[in-house]
């Protein structure tokens, strides 16, 4: 580890045992509502899952473990290399693959998929996001699910924003600063850089990375839905997980669960 005040400016996604914490709490909760709304909107056993931008795999891990037969890929090596170790190391097996989200091809048809923490806002333009719902829709069979999360911009968002939070994981403790540095409602970009300070002992390590997501209020997400006619949206959620509460897709809804499902039958 690397010490001193001065922060590497370098994709935190090449330190995936940081990354890996980030989000690591909620991997539990998260796992529970994708089996709860396979339960619900699939009118099958689900057994076949796949993550696009499945990064260090969190959910793959916890999936398998419980018994489904995983997929995913990630457009990045690193988490992937990453991920095969903790698999190994667990004892468990998954399909993984290197691709984009806009164009990829999975290895077998799968009963539902899921992305969740806005991954899916990297893809910056209208045709890429389109291109990756049709090629999921492609991967789903008839009434299978897409599990989509990410946070939607209502219209009247304070757009100054920063979040922090911190984890802590086998004598390494993490603080992360997500900013947002800028946003650009008529582009569609919202600018943010993620700070991860890192601390093991007396060592210390800082990191900055710089990046873009595609924005979305609720009707521009209707839009784009309209443009994928495999696609049909069931219900929306937010991240308090709760399956029992579908909530109303409109302007005040943040943080989104988006359950669509591959039209047709088997
Ligand atoms: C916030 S992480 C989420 C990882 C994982 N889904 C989770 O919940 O732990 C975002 C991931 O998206 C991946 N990613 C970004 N753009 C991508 C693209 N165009 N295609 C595939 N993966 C992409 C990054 O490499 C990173 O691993």
């Known amino acids: 580890m690397v010490s001193g005040r001065q922060a590497l400016a370098a ?11 980030a989000f690591r709490d909620e991997t ?24 696009p931008a499945c990064g260090t795999g969190r959910l793959i891990v916890e999936l398998a473990s419980r018994g489904y037969e995983m997929s995913g890929f990630d457009l990045r090596g690193e988490p992937l290399r990453y991920l095969r170790h903790k698999l190994v190391r667990r004892g468990l ?8 989200m806009a ?17 899916f806002r990297y893809l910056l333009s209208e045709q890429a996001a389109r291109r990756h719902l049709q090629r999921v829709a492609q991967s789903l069979r008839p009434g299978g699910i897409y599990i989509l999360g990410f946070h939607l911009l209502p219209l009247d968002a304070d757009e100054e924003c920063t979040e922090r939070w911190t984890a802590r994981h086998a004598g390494t403790r993490v603080a992360y600063t997500l900013r947002v540095l800028a946003t650009d409602r008529r582009r569609r970009r919202e600018r943010l850089r993620i700070s991860l300070l890192v601390r093991r002992g007396t060592d210390q ?30 219900d929306v959620y937010d991240f308090w997980y709760d399956i029992d509460q579908p909530l109303e897709l409109n302007d005040e809804i943040s943080d989104t669960l988006f359950i669509l499902r591959r039209k047709g039958r088997d």
């Open 11 to 21: 994709s935190w996604y090449d330190f995936p045992q940081y990354y890996d914490m």
């Open 28 to 51: 539990r909760r998260e796992a529970d509502f994708i089996e709860a709304a396979c339960r619900k909107y699939c009118p099958f056993p689900v057994r076949r899952l796949l993550e």
């Open 93 to 100: 097996r998954a399909e993984l693959f290197q691709a984009d």
């Open 103 to 119: 164009d990829f091809r999975p290895p077998q048809p799968v009963d539902a998929a899921h992305n969740t923490w806005n991954s």
């Open 205 to 234: 390590l800082r990191l900055r990375d710089e990046f873009q997501f595609r924005m979305y209020t609720a009707s521009q997400f209707r839009r784009l839905l309209r443009q994928v006619p495999e696609l049909e949206l069931c």
